[in-house]
Nanobody, 125 residues
Framework: QVQLVESGGGLVQAGGSLRLSCAAS????????MGWFRQAPGKEREFVAG????????NYADSVKGRFTISRDNAKRTVYLQMNSLKPEDTAVYYC??????????????????WGQGTQVTVSS
């Protein structure tokens, strides 16, 4: 089992920045890739970013490329999502998840097990 706790969400004006954190406990964190997803009201959960176990490989949704950066600190068992130049359309609940089925693509939710509870990000215009 893996437990994930997201933090760092909040209310920010358009153009601002936030850094989300996802702290993991349980299984050996450094063995697994990690992903961030988000879900806005009335919309399906969508992929935001993913990172391999080593941090060497990263993958981003087109909508966040150049604005968001995913990183990880295996010693701290934490994955981060630095979000810059935020837009109102980035408003959503953000979730982190553990990548356990690497035969699915990064953006495929079936790749992931063990989801966190989510943290709310609200971007005002």
């Amino acid at each position: 089992q893996v437990q994930l706790v997201e933090s760092g969400g909040g209310l920010v004006q358009a153009g601002g920045s936030l850094r989300l954190s996802c702290a993991a406990s349980g299984r050996t964190f450094s063995n697994y890739g990690m992903g961030w997803f988000r879900q806005a009201p009335g919309k399906e959960r969508e992929f935001v970013a993913g990172i391999s176990w080593s941090g060497v490989e990263t993958n981003y949704a087109d909508s966040v490329k150049g604005r968001f950066t995913i990183s990880r600190d295996n010693a701290k068992r934490t994955v981060y999502l630095q979000m810059n130049s935020l837009k109102p359309e980035d408003t959503a609940v953000y979730y982190c998840a553990v990548s356990t089925k690497n035969y699915f693509g990064w953006s495929d939710y079936r790749r992931y097990d063990y989801w966190g509870q989510g943290t709310q990000v609200t971007v005002s215009s």
